[in-house]
């Protein structure tokens, strides 16, 4: 059997990575750590916005008919006796009778009476007397009750993305809190003997674990939480024990490592006897070994993705597999809105039958164009190019040969980061 017919597309791993893949139930939560969620329930308004007729300008609350005279070429000024004072959280006692004038400032109540605010500026104002120098229009600064929205309106609905101008609303509708599709928990979990912990010292044949700081980022930066991350070796024994701790734990496992063709490629080896994950070849490059499927803690279903190893393949493997799993449990349209088309600036190689996730660099072309210069590195080893890079380019499968002016799909891969 030819390689290629042993393979499963992109396409159809992605589809079995979603599959029965929900948003997490709700949760209420206080307004203050809802910013970026998805609500998961309707809410209405507690009160009309603004809850009360209330002045708009720093000045005095009139009757306008009392000012038919002021202003005009000759500037008359007209006095007026100063009865109270309103401000802001005030409640009004007095009200404004013909011939006299409250001060008041802006978001204080309208005193009965009133029918008009003269602004501050219009006036040579005092506490006792004012003296306003130009005539107003009834209505004039005034914000009337209701007017921005009823009492019982719709303030949010499911599926809302709570932005910080939507929490702002419900705070002014008076709710403390409101109900969202909480983060995932994650647990990301690099395996393999060679690896240490950025910091320590490197004996011969080590190298530092990136894999779970790079997933765990990545984890991040596509809502989740990383609720744990660590590392563990190739001991079939440890790697069983760990895994099952850490689904208890979790709404998503995430392991790097182990799922290839070598000795000890232990996390194949440990989740293949459970019968809940399978190891399959996708037809990408990078990221072609793949371990998909659910750990069992109970009855409960703990997604997984066994990604491979090398550190680019298991970067692109989060962004093509596992990121729209993390949007989907949040709530948020598993699918990308973050691919562009760009231009090659260089030509491109890539094999056939697969599809290439090419790393490149974005330059804004003369043309207008968004021009993707493949990064020089493209093995998947490669992590300063990966790091250097912030388009993935999705080379189809039949498109082995690519020249310099081709359009291509590209992914932008720091979308996230710059939407907030
Ligand atoms: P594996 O799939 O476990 O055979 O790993 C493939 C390659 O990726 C090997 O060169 C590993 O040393 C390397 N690798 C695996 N895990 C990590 C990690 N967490 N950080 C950096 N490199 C890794
Ligand atoms: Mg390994």
Request: no cysteine; proline share 8%; net charge negative.
């Amino acid at each position: 059997m030819s390689e290629a017919s042993d393979m499963r597309s992109v396409v159809e791993h992605l589809a079995a990575a979603m599959a029965g893949r929900t948003p997490l139930p709700g949760v209420r939560i206080p307004l203050d750590q809802a910013v970026g969620l998805i609500a998961a329930e309707r809410l209405v308004s507690r009160v009309d916005l603004p809850g009360f007729d209330n002045s708009a300008m720093d000045g005095y609350a009139v009757q306008a008919a009392d000012l038919a005279g002021a202003g005009g070429r000759r500037r008359r000024g007209v006095r007026l006796p100063v009865v109270a004072h309103l401000a802001a959280g005030d409640a009004p006692t007095q009200e404004v009778r013909p011939g006299t004038a409250i001060q008041i400032m802006t978001g204080a109540p309208m005193p009965p009476g009133a029918d008009a605010v003269v602004p501050v500026e219009d006036t040579y104002g005092g506490a006792q007397m004012v003296t306003v120098t130009a005539a107003v229009p009834v209505g004039r600064h005034i914000r009337r009750r209701g007017e921005d929205l009823a009492a019982g309106s719709v303030v949010v609905s499911p599926g809302d993305v709570l932005t910080p101008r939507r929490i702002g609303l419900l705070a002014a509708a008076g709710h403390g809190e409101v109900m969202v599709h909480p983060r995932p928990r994650v647990a990301v979990v690099s395996t393999g003997a060679e690896l240490v912990p950025p910091g320590d010292d490197l004996a011969p044949g080590q190298i530092y674990d990136s894999n779970s700081h790079l997933l765990a980022a990545a984890v991040t930066a596509a809502g989740g939480r990383t609720a744990y991350r660590g590392r563990i070796g190739d001991d079939p024994a440890t790697v069983r024990a760990e895994l099952a701790r850490l689904a208890a734990q979790v709404d998503l496992v995430i392991t790097s490592g182990g799922v290839s063709m070598g000795v000890h490629d232990v996390v194949k080896d440990v989740l293949r006897e459970s019968g809940t994950v399978e190891f399959v070849q996708v037809a990408m490059q990078p990221g072609k070994p793949q371990g998909l499927g659910v750990l069992m803690d109970g009855d409960r279903e703990v997604p997984f993705f066994g990604l491979p190893g090398n550190p680019v393949s298991a970067a692109v493997s989060f962004m093509v597999f596992v990121r729209p799993v993390v949007r989907r449990m949040l709530g948020l349209e598993p699918a990308d809105t973050t691919t562009v088309t760009v231009e090659l600036t260089a030509g491109l190689r890539s094999p056939a039958g697969k599809v290439q996730f090419a790393r490149a660099q974005s330059r804004m072309l003369p043309s207008g164009r968004l021009g993707a210069q493949p990064v020089a590195g493209q093995g998947s080893h490669f992590v300063a190019d990966l790091a250097a890079a912030d388009l993935l380019l999705v080379v189809p499968p039949d498109a082995t040969e690519l020249s310099a002016g081709s359009l291509v799909e590209a992914v932008l891969l720091d979308a996230e980061l710059a939407v907030t």
